[in-house]
């Protein structure tokens, strides 16, 4: 399966800024994923990014919060915009491949 | 629209007693069903999954489960649990359109 490689693995943020997360897979994918983990609850599927396209977005979440990048099949960033203490949560990017469902070990985002 | 249940929000258990993690779900066709395990501060780990065939799945660290069509259910279990089994455990099903629906959790204390 699929090695996924997210960074950072963990930020304090200012509110009002603006984070980017990064996901690197070792293997050229099609389509991958970003999700958010709030405190004690679970995932929840923010948009699907594929190559070359605009990443498709879930209800709740919109492009100008979570701005998302896929230049190449093996890279995607995602953006935390503009942020307040709502958005501290855990963030992964997931990749689908094959059978199977992949990770990373994702980034812990506390704001203050 | 598919959605996936946990019932029970926290376990406890001795370890070396079997553990049971139930897991419901709905879903319009044929569901693709998954177990992760969440330890903390960690990303998610697969540990197995049914597409279809034998309705007994078997994953890694000894956990299996059951799909049973008749109840929508997809339980986990283990026959002895181990302390390094702590953690917190997701049921998902897959949609037709790639994405994963997590049910909310259920966090697994093993006491000695």
């Known amino acids: 399966s699929a090695v996924i490689s997210q960074k950072p693995s963990r930020d304090i943020c200012q509110r009002g800024t603006s984070l980017t997360i990064q996901c690197q897979v070792d293997?050229?994918?099609?389509?991958m994923f970003w999700y958010r983990q709030q405190p004690g609850q679970s995932l929840t599927l923010i948009a699907t990014?594929?190559?070359?396209?605009?990443?498709?977005?879930e209800s709740g979440f919109v492009i100008d919060k979570f701005p998302i990048s896929r230049p190449n099949l093996t890279f995607s960033t995602l953006t935390v915009s503009n942020m307040s203490p709502e958005d501290s949560s855990i963030y992964l990017c997931s990749v689908v491949q094959g059978a199977g469902y992949t990770f990373g070990s994702g980034t812990r985002l506390t704001v203050v | 629209a598919q959605s996936v249940t946990q019932p029970d929000i926290h376990i406890t258990v001795s370890e070396g007693a079997s553990l049971e993690l139930r897991c419901n779900y709905s879903?319009?066709?044929?569901?693709?069903l998954f177990w992760y395990v969440q330890s903390p501060g960690q990303g998610l780990q697969l540990l197995l999954k049914?597409?279809?065939?034998?309705?007994l799945v078997q994953g890694i660290k000894g956990f299996e489960a059951e799909f049973k069509r008749s109840q929508s259910s997809f339980n986990l279990r283990k026959p002895s649990v181990h302390w390094s089994d702590a953690a917190e455990y997701f049921c998902a099903v897959q949609s037709g359109a790639n994405n994963l629906f997590f049910g909310t959790g259920t966090r697994l204390t093993v006491i000695p």
């Open positions: 990014a594929n190559q070359g396209s605009e990443a498709t977005y």
């Open positions: 049914y597409f279809s065939g034998d309705t």
């Open positions: 293997s050229q994918v099609t389509m």
């Open positions: 879903y319009g066709a044929t569901p693709y």
